[in-house]
């Protein structure tokens, strides 16, 4: 697997500027779609400018850091050209992280502005009592519609919104707007230079914030648009609909990849609702997908699937988890075409993805791509294992930064140095076909996939354990076949804990973690295994539930 120079000079176009070409080239091309209404590539152009402006005359500049706290909407797109073209930071993030969260990242990444929407603007309040926040910038997800349907939104009650208190510090989303535009040329150096700070899970407890470089980004975009679509990808006259929420790498990358950097139309969803993303698919005529298993499962299950002409698609990918073979194989035979793998992390971006017309093996995640370089290795002796054999997968590039932010000792933990390179480790288990294409056995016991989002046991864990009852808390994964796994705690509580039950505990949780963090059931034990020096025996516990979920089934089955 070794690795190559990735097509185009990464040095001069980068993503933002690249899409400022797109729009001198098909200005009035559609751009992005958003309930309903057009923007095309001039006109966006011009709002991201004026959004710059905007920002630039709050003081914001160069190096300066955006929290980006918004659902997928035309604002999102419009902060992050922005942010970009004045140099300065996009810190995106779930929109529905907890004020408990985001004032941790807040002050992690020296965030001074955030974009936030109405609806959380209450858990922002709570931040400006307790960081250095110095402007808020608020939206509704309707702001850019037009007047008339706006107006009907709110007559229907279909707008949901939140009250905004007032303050000099809180500034309106299209007030920024009315700005000059900002058309100067910032002076980057696209290696060094910080493009976003993305939040992954601890293993401390703690969110480790990933920052990334303009070229690191432009690396693996360049390699998707040039090397894996290629051909098959018709700029200036695709179509794609934009799903997974663009705060997460793997979405973010494949919209600039497949959309913004080719000239291409992009309907972006707000929100996954399943028939309104068939009525989308049928109605532009969607020709790339990309979504998670869980997706393709709730479009499988509809039952008013069939009404819907889908004979559009052509190209449809899956992230964030493996695809079980029957939602692909339901797939295939529904749309009669194949669904290809993407794998990658916050820390390295995006790493293999399934080449076009190759038929991916079963529990594949892809080929390395160019700019991306992947070895396998036992994960005690970090030596090479023979081909077809299974171990970590370590993943190095050089255009990539191979830290996390303020975190020394989870760098350590996370990055290794051989033969001369720096490697990340993935947490992954895999094997590598004599093709070079790469197979997935199995993650590391502290990372769970649910609803193809990342959860980090050890941050779960620390939540609980910040409850005064609780001495010990261990969160494990258990297969479901709909959300990929089901969130489990098993606790520990102290000995004169008195009516403590799972209700509160996980009550507890709802108001310092994100929704898909929280535990869905959990079960008390008087001990949990830990080893010699104490640390806690987490894959001992999830083998254990494996096997008491594949006992129960076998009951159940008889």
């Known amino acids: 697997m070794e690795m190559q120079p990735p097509p185009g000079d990464l040095n001069t176009e980068l993503t933002y500027t690249r899409f400022d070409r797109m729009s001198e080239t098909y200005p009035d091309r559609p751009a992005v779609i958003y309930l309903g209404e057009t923007f095309s590539y001039r006109r966006l152009r011009e709002l991201s400018e004026r959004f710059a402006g905007g920002l630039s005359e709050l003081g914001v500049g160069q190096g300066d850091r955006v929290m980006v706290y918004i659902a997928n909407s035309v604002q999102w797109v419009i902060a992050f050209l922005g942010i970009q073209k004045i140099g300065a930071v996009i810190v995106p993030v779930a929109p529905i992280y907890t004020s408990h969260e985001?004032?941790?990242?807040?002050?992690?990444?020296?965030?001074?502005?955030?974009?936030?929407?109405?609806?959380?603007?209450?858990?922002?309040?709570?931040?400006?009592?307790?960081?250095?926040?110095?402007?808020?910038?608020?939206?509704?997800?309707?702001?850019?519609?037009?007047?008339?349907?706006?107006?009907?939104?709110?007559?229907?009650?279909?707008?949901?919104?939140?009250?905004?208190?007032?303050?000099?510090?809180?500034?309106?989303?299209?007030?920024?707007?009315?700005?000059?535009?900002?058309?100067?040329?910032?002076?980057?150096?696209?290696?060094?230079?910080?493009?976003?700070?993305?939040?992954?899970?601890?293993?401390?407890?703690?969110?480790?914030?990933?920052?990334?470089?303009?070229?690191?980004?432009?690396?693996?975009?360049?390699?998707?648009?040039?090397?894996?679509?290629?051909?098959?990808?018709?700029?200036?006259?695709?179509?794609?609909?934009?799903?997974?929420?663009?705060?997460?790498?793997?979405?973010?990358?494949?919209?600039?990849?497949?959309?913004?950097?080719?000239?291409?139309?992009?309907?972006?969803?707000?929100?996954?609702?399943?028939?309104?993303?068939?009525?989308?698919?049928?109605?532009?005529?969607?020709?790339?997908?990309?979504?998670?298993?869980?997706?393709?499962?709730?479009l499988l299950e509809n039952d008013r699937l069939d009404r819907y002409d889908l004979s559009s698609l052509q190209y449809c990918y899956c992230g964030g988890d493996v695809l079980p073979a029957e939602v692909k194989e339901r797939w295939r035979s529904h749309c009669g075409i194949p669904i290809y793998q993407v794998y990658g992390s916050t820390e390295v971006g995006h790493v293999t993805y399934s080449k076009i017309g190759v038929e991916?093996?079963?529990?594949?995640?892809?080929?390395?791509?160019?700019?991306?370089?992947?070895?396998?290795?036992?994960?005690?002796?970090?030596?090479?294992?023979?081909?077809?054999?299974?171990?970590?997968?370590?993943?190095?590039?050089?255009?990539?930064?191979?830290?996390?932010?303020?975190?020394?000792?989870?760098?350590?933990?996370?990055?290794?140095?051989?033969?001369?390179?720096?490697?990340?480790?993935?947490g992954d288990f895999v094997s590598a076909e004599p093709t070079g294409e790469l197979i997935y056995v199995e993650r590391s016991a502290d990372i769970i996939k649910h609803k193809a989002f990342r959860v980090s046991a050890s941050e779960v864990e620390a939540t609980l354990q910040d409850h005064p009852t609780v001495i010990g808390a261990c969160v494990v994964g258990i297969p479901d076949p709909k959300v990929g796994e089901r969130i489990k705690a098993i606790v520990v509580l102290k000995e004169d804990a008195r009516g403590v039950g799972g209700t509160e505990l996980i009550r507890f949780c709802q108001d310092r973690l994100a929704a898909y963090k929280v535990p869905s059931y959990i079960e008390f034990r008087d001990m949990l295994p830990k080893s010699k020096v104490g640390k806690l025996l987490r894959r001992e516990v999830r083998d254990d539930e494996a096997r008491r979920t594949s006992k129960d089934k076998k009951l159940f089955s008889g």
């Open 360 to 426: 991916p093996s079963p529990r594949a995640i892809g080929f390395p791509l160019q700019s991306r370089e992947c070895r396998i290795v036992d994960p005690v002796t970090l030596e090479k294992v023979p081909t077809g054999e299974s171990g970590e997968l370590l993943v190095t590039s050089p255009y990539t930064l191979k830290a996390y932010l303020k975190k020394p000792e989870e760098t350590e933990k996370a990055y290794v140095e051989l033969d001369g390179l720096t490697w990340c480790r993935m």
């Open 102 to 298: 985001i004032i941790y990242m807040i002050k992690d990444a020296d965030v001074k502005t955030i974009v936030c929407a109405d609806t959380n603007f209450c858990y922002v309040q709570e931040a400006l009592d307790q960081t250095d926040l110095e402007h808020v910038v608020v939206t509704n997800l309707i702001d850019l519609l037009p007047g008339w349907k706006r107006l009907l939104g709110f007559l229907f009650d279909r707008i949901p919104t939140g009250k905004v208190a007032k303050d000099s510090r809180i500034h309106k989303f299209n007030n920024l707007l009315a700005a000059t535009p900002f058309k100067q040329t910032v002076s980057l150096e696209p290696s060094k230079d910080l493009a976003y700070i993305l939040y992954t899970g601890g293993t401390t407890g703690f969110p480790k914030g990933v920052p990334g470089s303009h070229i690191g980004m432009t690396s693996y975009v360049n390699d998707v648009t040039e090397d894996i679509a290629g051909q098959h990808l018709y700029e200036g006259q695709d179509t794609y609909i934009a799903i997974n929420p663009l705060f997460h790498i793997m979405a973010l990358g494949f919209f600039m990849s497949i959309g913004l950097n080719k000239g291409n139309t992009t309907v972006l969803m707000p929100t996954p609702q399943v028939d309104a993303i068939l009525e989308t698919i049928a109605r532009y005529k969607i020709r790339w997908l990309l979504g998670v298993p869980a997706l393709y499962r709730m």
